[in-house]
């Protein structure tokens, strides 16, 4: 079985639109409809279960389970599986852990997982209990972070200590990818309301947001997926363009009407894109597949499309962005937010869903899964994030799968847009350094240009917030170390 988890990355040897190209790194039934412009609305399964679940993030975030597997277990099966991960990773029986909670037998996962990655290195964690490893990690947070006391750690659960230990963890794994992405002096970067040149569809390039952009060797081209805001309306049009530069791109195709956030990703020959549909109850994830590179920049007029019904949020299902492909199984995990009533607020969360049979099936095979997240649901607000949580971008470092989002420290505050960075479990902040306090919607691919991987960051700068000739597009185009 070939399965590939998305980097977001186009290599030179990726000659999509010609041939020899390799690729880029309890429920109930319901209806979910898709549409082409040649066809009627059909229908495809729909299952959603919005309990979310510590152990299923821990065991897919962690890449223990793929999330097509772990979205179809039962609390028993999910149960079974986190306590045979636990079993060889430390030395308490198996009869022990089955004493536990499943919770508790995913915070035990998260605790060898934070210690086994840990820089400083613990000697002989299988041969550890699980106390054993929690009192190590106790100790680890107790001289990183300095502003707890053992007894104060002690006092706290290993969720709590886990969230706690991710404050040091991601810095000390990351601290070179979390400078280059926020130091706008490496590379190049660019501020620009657009850096767009109309052709004849838009009238206009005023509000016009690059949602992805990709350099396509084959082509010797960049190809840029945007969304520019309708007259008079709150509403959106996707678009694509082309360009021998990124700051100089031409539109060549309208991708769609009342859509937005767009990610694209090149597979084979094809092209898949991601997208917000915005119909009458509000927005909803969909996809489209364009089955050559020509169809997808003339705006093919009937690619096959999926739109899902909103399962999970009360009014807006969206950002969507690929996490996982699995080619030969035909399954898309796809990460997403969904609105929902949260201690008595609606505010944006995060989630995943799984796409089973879109790209080489028929409508009557495309099966829609969603499923609410737990972990960064929790912890992003326990660390200052208490807005919403929204778009964000999968991408590989250091052969390590990482995320990097948009989150708020205010809901609807539009001046606490912050980026983080993360492994889809706990999140640190990226600071960028810029006379802007405010960075939303980041999108991040990767490139080989010779021997040298280049990463090429988009990101929305709102004007509250934004220093002088800021607000708008940031593009940042610098060498990953």
């Not at 549409?35 to 609305?41: D, F, I, L, V, Y």
């Not at 009869?95 to 909670?101: D, K, P, Y």
């Not at 007894?151 to 709590?160: H, V």
């Not at 490139?447 to 000739?469: K, Q, Y």
Request: charged share 15%; proline share 5%.
């Amino acid at each position: 079985m070939r399965k590939v988890f998305f980097a977001l990355i186009v290599a030179p040897w990726a000659c999509l639109g010609l041939s020899g190209c390799a690729n880029c790194e309890d429920s109930t039934d319901a209806t979910c409809t898709f549409q082409t412009n040649m066809q009627e609305p059909s229908t495809a399964d729909t299952a959603t279960n919005t309990d979310a679940s510590i152990a299923r993030d821990v065991l897919f975030f962690l890449g223990r389970k793929p999330m097509p597997e772990l979205i179809q277990y039962s609390e028993d099966e999910l149960r079974n599986s986190a306590i045979s991960d636990l079993e060889p990773r430390c030395s308490t029986p198996v009869s022990s852990i089955q004493s536990l909670s499943t919770d508790e037998v995913a915070y035990a996962l998260l605790v060898e997982s934070i210690l086994s990655r840990d820089p400083a290195g613990h000697a002989g964690l299988t041969a550890m209990s699980i106390e054993d490893q929690r009192n190590t990690l106790i100790v680890a947070n107790n001289q990183r972070l300095r502003s707890k006391s053992i007894a104060q750690l002690q006092a706290l659960n290993s969720y709590q200590n886990s969230r706690l230990a991710y404050d040091w963890l991601l810095p000390a794994l990351a601290s070179r990818l979390i400078d280059s992405v926020g130091n706008l002096a490496l590379g190049t970067a660019t501020f620009q309301a657009s850096a767009l040149n109309s052709i004849s569809s838009p009238p206009s390039t005023v509000g016009m947001d690059v949602a992805c952009i990709r350099f396509h060797d084959g082509l010797n081209s960049w190809i840029a997926v945007f969304h520019k805001q309708q007259p008079h309306e709150d509403l959106f049009d996707l678009y694509v363009a082309v360009g021998s530069s990124p700051n100089s791109l031409e539109v060549t195709a309208v991708l769609g009407t009342n859509a937005s956030m767009g990610q694209f990703y090149f597979l084979g020959d094809g092209v898949l894109l991601l997208y917000e549909q915005n119909n009458i109850g509000g927005p909803s994830v969909a996809a489209s597949y364009y089955e050559n590179l020509k169809d997808f920049l003339s705006g093919q007029s009937d690619p096959k499309t999926f739109v899902s019904q909103q399962t999970l949020g009360e009014s807006a299902e969206g950002t969507p962005s690929l996490t996982v492909i699995d080619e030969t199984a035909d399954e898309l995990t796809i990460g997403m937010h969904c609105y929902i009533s949260k201690g008595g607020t609606k505010v944006d969360q995060q989630a995943v869903a799984v796409l089973r049979g879109f790209l080489r099936g028929s409508s009557k095979d495309w099966q829609w899964q969603a499923q609410l997240l737990k972990v960064v649901n929790d912890w992003l607000p326990e660390d200052g994030f208490t807005g919403k949580l929204g778009s964000r971008s999968s991408f590989y470092w250091a052969n390590e799968r990482w995320f990097i989002m948009e989150a708020q420290g205010e809901l609807d505050n539009w001046y606490t847009w912050r980026i983080v960075l993360g492994d889809g479990l706990g999140f640190v902040e990226v600071p960028i350094r810029m006379a802007s306090n405010s960075t939303a919607n980041p999108v991040f691919t990767t490139f080989l240009n010779s021997s040298e991987r280049v990463a090429v960051s988009t990101f929305f700068i709102p004007s509250e917030g934004s220093g002088p000739d800021q607000a708008g597009e940031l593009l940042h185009i610098f060498p990953l170390p």
